[in-house]
T-cell receptor
Framework: EADIYQTPRYLVIGTGKKITLECSQTMGHDKMYWYQQDPGMELHLIHYSYGVNSTEKGDLSSESTVSRIRTEHFPLTLESARPSHTSQYLC??????????????FGDGTRLSIL | AQKVTQAQTEISVVEKEDVTLDCVYETRDTTYYLFWYKQPPSGELVFLIRRNSFDEQNEISGRYSWNFQKSTSSFNFTITASQVVDSAVYFCALSEAIVSGYSTLTFGKGTMLLVSP
C-alpha cells in the first residue's frame, strides 16, 4: 500500500501570497513528481525528481519551483500566487532502480484556490 | 514522441451494464509500459494495472479486464457488471524506454465513467 501524503488537502488563499505545498512519502522511492490537474481532468506534469538534489521541469511550464533535499520530501512552492494557479496539484512517487517502468503512487492531492 | 488518446470523454451506463474504455497509444519504441489509473471523486489516482510491450496476454481481475493489442496499438479496459462505485475518471498512460531507464508517464485525457443505479 502506497504511503504518500500531501498537505494541505484544501487551501483557499489570496493573490500574492507565498504558498508551499507539502509532499512526503515513506516508501524510500527515488522518483517523485508533481502534476497539475485542470478542471477538464487532464493531468500535466510540471516537475519531477530522480533523487536528492535532482529536479527537472515537466511538460507544462509552471511558475512554481520544487526542491529535493531529502529523499522522502518534495515540496512545491509558489512565490506569489495568482488566480491562474487555481487547480488541483497531485504528488506521486515511484521506484527508480528496478527493472521496467514502475507504477507511480499518488497522494490525495491539494485543491488550491487563489482568490 | 509518445501519445495516448482516450477518445471517450464521458460514458454513462446503468448499473450491471458492461462498459469498455478505449485507449490508443502512439510510440516509436518497441519497449514500453502501459498503465491504467482510476481517479474517484475523492481525487487521488489509484493504480490499476501495468503491462509491458512484450506481454500481450489479456488480464482479468475480478470484474476488470484488459485487452492489449499491439496490432492496433490499443489497451482497452472493460468493466463487467458495472457498479455505482465504479464511477470515476479513468486514465490510460504510457512510459517508453529511454537511455536512462523509462520516460515519465504520458497520460491520456481521461474518461469519466458515470454509473447510475
Amino acid at each position: 500500500e502506497a504511503d504518500i501524503y500531501q498537505t494541505p488537502r484544501y487551501l483557499v488563499i489570496g493573490t500574492g501570497k507565498k504558498i508551499t505545498l507539502e509532499c512526503s512519502q515513506t516508501m524510500g522511492h527515488d522518483k517523485m513528481y508533481w502534476y497539475q490537474q485542470d478542471p477538464g481532468m487532464e493531468l500535466h506534469l510540471i516537475h519531477y525528481s530522480y533523487g536528492v538534489n535532482s529536479t527537472e521541469k515537466g511538460d507544462l511550464s509552471s511558475e512554481s519551483t520544487v526542491s529535493r533535499i531529502r529523499t522522502e520530501h518534495f515540496p512545491l512552492t509558489l512565490e506569489s500566487a495568482r488566480p491562474s494557479h487555481t487547480s488541483q496539484y497531485l504528488c506521486a512517487s515511484s521506484r527508480h532502480k528496478d527493472r521496467g517502468a514502475r507504477p507511480q503512487h499518488f497522494g490525495d492531492g491539494t485543491r488550491l484556490s487563489i482568490l | 514522441a509518445q501519445k495516448v488518446t482516450q477518445a471517450q470523454t464521458e460514458i454513462s451506463v446503468v448499473e450491471k451494464e458492461d462498459v469498455t474504455l478505449d485507449c490508443v497509444y502512439e510510440t516509436r519504441d518497441t519497449t514500453y509500459y502501459l498503465f491504467w489509473y482510476k481517479q474517484p471523486p475523492s481525487g487521488e489516482l489509484v493504480f490499476l494495472i501495468r503491462r509491458n510491450s512484450f506481454d500481450e496476454q489479456n488480464e482479468i481481475s475480478g470484474r476488470y479486464s484488459w485487452n492489449f493489442q499491439k496490432s492496433t496499438s490499443s489497451f482497452n479496459f472493460t468493466i463487467t457488471a458495472s457498479q455505482v462505485v465504479d464511477s470515476a475518471v479513468y486514465f490510460c498512460a504510457l512510459s517508453e524506454a529511454i537511455v536512462s531507464g523509462y520516460s515519465t508517464l504520458t497520460f491520456g485525457k481521461g474518461t469519466m465513467l458515470l454509473v447510475s443505479p
